[in-house]
Structures are given as structure tokens and as C-alpha cells.
């Protein structure tokens, strides 16, 4: 139950955020073709049902969309340690020094200095040095090499898998490895996918070009953390994991641009919102970003927001709360829900406008 005053900001706790989902809505596989996926408009007080190549007539010319290049990496490596235990490690980013930050995953967290033998052959193998980013650290700082000299990225393109989310349920395929990367991924170091971009072909490309629709892009290196559900009641005391961000000059020039031409910026994605919006609240163009989305944010940049559906009590779930309201939100996944649409990564996505703020507070 909620006490507030009447007139005085919503106070939102953890519990708000979740929702019953059936299990069979979380989506196991992409769509046959790219932008022949739902498309939930959710710009307006009614939900209106289409499909995502009817993006373009969606926008104006003049708009501005920005997507997250980032590549995703593969990122996931197995092997053992000399003991013959197994251990599982997923990469979280690539260090100077052939070094890497990884979670681990082992029975026994082995000590300082042991090498793991990994799956691949030709000597692959991981020198754990310590924690990481410092001693208390939650993930863990190895070389990674092999007997060629291959760098962590060569390693990794060879070796590793594609590190799906912890809700599909296969093992990756070939289909994984085309299908959870965007067309247009270039900058490698992402453990999780821009699943907005995932919707868009080339087809649907050149028909947003034809519309007049201008398109940038950002780089976010999207992190496991993306996935892990918020669990104190208490926004506040979330701590909020950081990811590595770069907005080039290019997009910059562009968003002043539409900005000066009265067009919208549409974001491609919650990481574009966190770049663009982390940008604007700290002035820097590029570092790690720590941003947290809630409910009473003040957004200085995005208009409107292309996203996939969040997982209950998840920190995607208050920004995309935050950006088109929460009431019409929970209306907006009542609906999907109730019409079957797909969820999660591999799931449908949604068109979201930005609602005036109504100075909830966390």
C-alpha cells in the first residue's frame, strides 16, 4: 500500500515493478525474419497492435534515431582447473595486457596465479591474477593466451559461445551467433545484445532512409548486469552495475542537428537512453556510466524510445516506468501479455513517446 500525501510524488518501491508472465511468452528463438516481429505502438492512450516493418510511416522525416553499435562478444568460455574441477567464465570486458574482468563460475574459487586449461585446444588457457575492479570486486582479472599469442578477442571469436541470457534455455547455435548480434554491430566488447536493434534488417534500413529518418550511433558495451534483478525494496539502496560507453563527435553534431530542425530523437534501445541520458547529466562523452532510470527523472534528451519487453523488478522496468509513465507502462504489459506477444531478448518490441513528468520520487 502506498501512503502518499495527496498532491506529493508517488514513492515507488521494488514491488511495483513485478508482473506474472507465463513462462511460454519468454521467447526461446528469433523471429524467421528480423522486422517481422510484433510491434506494440504504445504512443498513445490505447495500444495499437502492429508489426515492426511498419516503423517507417511510425516516424517523420527528420527524426533522428540513434542505435548502439556495440558487437557482442563470445563472451562465454568453459574449461577446468588443474584439480580437473570445471569452471565457467563470462567476460565482462576486455583489459589492457591480454587481460580480462570475468564472473567465474566454479565450485572452489581457485587462488591467485592458477592457470585454467579452457576448451578450444592450441594452449587456450586463463592466468587468474585477482579480483576485479579492486579486492573487494565481484568479478575476477585473468590473461587470457594460448600458445599462437592470440589477443583476448581472437580468443574468444575461436573459442567461446555466445553468452545468451540466462532465461533461454538451449545451448548457442549457428542461428545465435547470426541472429543475437544487431546488422550493424561493429565495436566489440558487449556480453548481452541491444535487443531493440535486433528487429531491424536492411530492408527496413533503407526503407527508414527513404522516409527521411535520420540514424547516428552510440556505443554502449552492454553488461551481465543488465539481467540481474534489483533486490532491495528500497530503490535507493540498489547499486546500480557500470558499463563503458562512448558517444562519438558524429552523433553529437547529429543531435544537435535535430534538435535544431525540430525533429525527434528516437532511441533504439534502454542503453542508448542510458548513453545519451548519462551524457547529459555528466557532460562526458565517453567512461563508465553508473546511470539508474527511476520513476521522477528528469530526461533531457529522448523523445521517444524503441524497446523490447524487461523482466520483472528489473532496473529496465523503472527506466522504461520513468520515460512513458508507469501507470501506462503496466497498462502497456497487461495488454502484451493478455495478446500473447514474445518477451525478453528474443521477444517483440514496443514504441514508446516520452510522458510529461509528474515529478514522481523514488
Not at 303 to 321: Q, R
Request: hydrophobic share 40%; glycine share 8%.
Amino acid at each position: 500500500m502506498h501512503h502518499s500525501l495527496p498532491g506529493a510524488p508517488r514513492t515507488f518501491t521494488l514491488s511495483d515493478f513485478d508482473f506474472a508472465l507465463p513462462p511460454e511468452l519468454i521467447a526461446q528463438h528469433p523471429t524467421a525474419e528480423r522486422s517481422a516481429s510484433r510491434l506494440l505502438d504504445g504512443r498513445g492512450a490505447a495500444p495499437v497492435d502492429r508489426i515492426f516493418r511498419d516503423l517507417p510511416a511510425l516516424l517523420n522525416p527528420g527524426d533522428l534515431m540513434v542505435f548502439n553499435d556495440t558487437q557482442v562478444i563470445k563472451a562465454r568460455l568453459f574449461g577446468e582447473k588443474p584439480t580437473g574441477g570445471k569452471v565457467e567464465l563470462l567476460v565482462e570486458r576486455v583489459l589492457s595486457g591480454n587481460q580480462v574482468a570475468a564472473h567465474m563460475r566454479v565450485s572452489k574459487k581457485p587462488e591467485p596465479g592458477t592457470t585454467l586449461a579452457l576448451a578450444g585446444g592450441g594452449g587456450f588457457r586463463a592466468t587468474l591474477l585477482g579480483r576485479w575492479p579492486d579486492e573487494q570486486g565481484a568479478m575476477f582479472r585473468f590473461v587470457l593466451s594460448n600458445d599462437a599469442g592470440d589477443d583476448p578477442y581472437a580468443l574468444m571469436e575461436r573459442h567461446g559461445h555466445v553468452p545468451l541470457p540466462p532465461y533461454i534455455t538451449h545451448t548457442d547455435s549457428e542461428e545465435d551467433e547470426r541472429r543475437y548480434q544487431t546488422v550493424f554491430a561493429k565495436n566489440p566488447g558487449a556480453v548481452a545484445a541491444p535487443t531493440a536493434a535486433l528487429h531491424f534488417d536492411e530492408a527496413l534500413l533503407a526503407a527508414l532512409d527513404a522516409r527521411g529518418v535520420q540514424r547516428a550511433s552510440v556505443t554502449l558495451h552492454v553488461g551481465a548486469g543488465t539481467f540481474q534483478p534489483v533486490k532491495t525494496e528500497d530503490l535507493a539502496q540498489h547499486q546500480m552495475h557500470s558499463e563503458w560507453y562512448d558517444v562519438p563527435e558524429a552523433t553529437q553534431q547529429a543531435i544537435q542537428e535535430c534538435r535544431a530542425r525540430g525533429g525527434r530523437l528516437i532511441a533504439i534501445g534502454t542503453t542508448t537512453v542510458r548513453t545519451l541520458e548519462a551524457m547529459a547529466a555528466s557532460g562526458q562523452t565517453r567512461g563508465d556510466t553508473r546511470i539508474f532510470i527511476t520513476p521522477g527523472f528528469d530526461f533531457k534528451l529522448i523523445d521517444g524510445l524503441i524497446t523490447n519487453f524487461h523482466l520483472p523488478k528489473s532496473t529496465l522496468m523503472m527506466l522504461v516506468s520513468a520515460f512513458a509513465g508507469y501507470e501506462h507502462i503496466m497498462a502497456l504489459y497487461h495488454h502484451a501479455i493478455e495478446s500473447r506477444y514474445r518477451f525478453f531478448s528474443y521477444g517483440d518490441a514496443m514504441l514508446l513517446t516520452r510522458q510529461a513528468p509528474d515529478h514522481a520520487a523514488i
